[in-house]
């Protein structure tokens, strides 16, 4: 095995996130035999990386992207991140280097809670400011994620589904994650307010080298955002490479079928999401 220090000799960074053979069981009801959700899955998401995640529905996609956060045991392999083993109980140090957020923005915000005490409160949590400098960090995730600061004042009841995603990924950011794990975030929110979020998330990594484990059942979004995809079926992940090798030729049965199943995808790259529809993502 290449040790550290060899990998950097050689060129290749040390990766942010490693897994290595994560296997994930249920119980099923009324069976002794386990059911295997994730089997010997291996992820790498290097530093400022977007890694895209795909696969159909009951995949193992979020069970997978679970295990990552903390959320979710694994009976077997290795989760690394920042060259640190997790074992089973992480610090809260650990937690704050990887955020998630989730189709339903709704899951992570108080409906009744104002903007910004629901920033305030994890702000205070997790960090050492406090007073003005806790208004000063709220404003600034306001300006990070493109709201306007007025949205301080609002409650997520009042706002649109476009609007509580990005005051999610604000809330995710608030104690600067180096790793935000993105479940389905735009599965739910019309095509015109995919792309924002969509060029949200690029400009994160660009601007404050955010890396993101982006989790989708949308081929043509993660092949204008990410640099990489891995493709799981049924808990294996049967593909791993970069997003134009794997979208111009792709080597499993699977992922053929997959993209096959999707014909818009054969056009240019920023074309036809949906019907004329395009999801025009800025490169830096
Ligand atoms: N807590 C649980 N108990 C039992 N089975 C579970 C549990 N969580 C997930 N599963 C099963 O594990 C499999 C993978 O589910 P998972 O939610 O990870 O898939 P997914 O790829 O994220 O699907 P989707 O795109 O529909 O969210 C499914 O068969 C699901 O029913």
Redesign the pocket.
């Given at each position: 095995m290449t040790d550290v220090g060899e990998e950097a000799a050689a060129g290749t960074p040390e990766p942010l996130l490693d897994c290595t053979d994560v296997s994930i069981s249920?119980r099923q009801r009324g069976s002794s035999t386990p059911?295997y959700?994730v089997r010997d899955a291996s992820l790498r998401v290097g530093p400022g990386d977007i890694v895209g995640l795909v696969?159909?529905?009951?995949?193992?996609?979020?069970?997978?992207a679970r295990a990552v956060v903390g959320l979710q045991r694994i009976d077997s392999g290795s989760i690394v991140f920042e060259g640190k083993r997790f074992g089973r109980s992480r610090t809260a140090e650990d937690r704050r280097g990887i955020q998630m957020i989730f189709q339903d923005p709704y899951g992570s915000l108080d409906p009744r809670m104002k903007i910004r005490s629901a920033l305030a409160e994890i702000i205070r949590r997790h960090t050492e400011l406090r007073g003005k400098q806790i208004d000063d960090r709220c404003a600034e995730l306001m300006d990070m994620v493109r709201l306007p600061r007025s949205i301080l004042s609002s409650r997520p009841a009042g706002m649109s589904g476009g609007q509580r995603q990005r005051v999610a990924i604000a809330r995710a950011l608030s104690i600067r994650p180096r790793l935000l794990v993105a479940d389905?975030p735009v599965a739910a929110l019309d095509v015109s307010v995919q792309a924002g979020i969509v060029n949200l998330l690029s400009d994160l990594r660009r601007d404050v080298g955010l890396s993101i484990l982006f989790?989708s059942?949308d081929l043509s979004i993660v092949r204008t955002l990410c640099d990489s995809v891995s493709v799981?079926y049924r808990?294996d992940i049967v593909e791993a490479r970069p997003c134009a090798e794997l979208f111009e030729d792709p080597q499993s049965d699977y992922t053929r079928t997959l993209l096959s199943a999707i014909p818009r995808l054969n056009g240019p790259r920023t074309e036809g999401l949906a019907q004329g529809q395009s999801l025009t993502v800025r490169r830096p």
């Amino acid at each position: 095995m290449t040790d550290v220090g060899e990998e950097a000799a050689a060129g290749t960074p040390e990766p942010l996130l490693d897994c290595t053979d994560v296997s994930i069981s249920f119980r099923q009801r009324g069976s002794s035999t386990p059911f295997y959700a994730v089997r010997d899955a291996s992820l790498r998401v290097g530093p400022g990386d977007i890694v895209g995640l795909v696969g159909e529905s009951g995949s193992g996609k979020s069970t997978l992207a679970r295990a990552v956060v903390g959320l979710q045991r694994i009976d077997s392999g290795s989760i690394v991140f920042e060259g640190k083993r997790f074992g089973r109980s992480r610090t809260a140090e650990d937690r704050r280097g990887i955020q998630m957020i989730f189709q339903d923005p709704y899951g992570s915000l108080d409906p009744r809670m104002k903007i910004r005490s629901a920033l305030a409160e994890i702000i205070r949590r997790h960090t050492e400011l406090r007073g003005k400098q806790i208004d000063d960090r709220c404003a600034e995730l306001m300006d990070m994620v493109r709201l306007p600061r007025s949205i301080l004042s609002s409650r997520p009841a009042g706002m649109s589904g476009g609007q509580r995603q990005r005051v999610a990924i604000a809330r995710a950011l608030s104690i600067r994650p180096r790793l935000l794990v993105a479940d389905e975030p735009v599965a739910a929110l019309d095509v015109s307010v995919q792309a924002g979020i969509v060029n949200l998330l690029s400009d994160l990594r660009r601007d404050v080298g955010l890396s993101i484990l982006f989790i989708s059942h949308d081929l043509s979004i993660v092949r204008t955002l990410c640099d990489s995809v891995s493709v799981i079926y049924r808990g294996d992940i049967v593909e791993a490479r970069p997003c134009a090798e794997l979208f111009e030729d792709p080597q499993s049965d699977y992922t053929r079928t997959l993209l096959s199943a999707i014909p818009r995808l054969n056009g240019p790259r920023t074309e036809g999401l949906a019907q004329g529809q395009s999801l025009t993502v800025r490169r830096p």
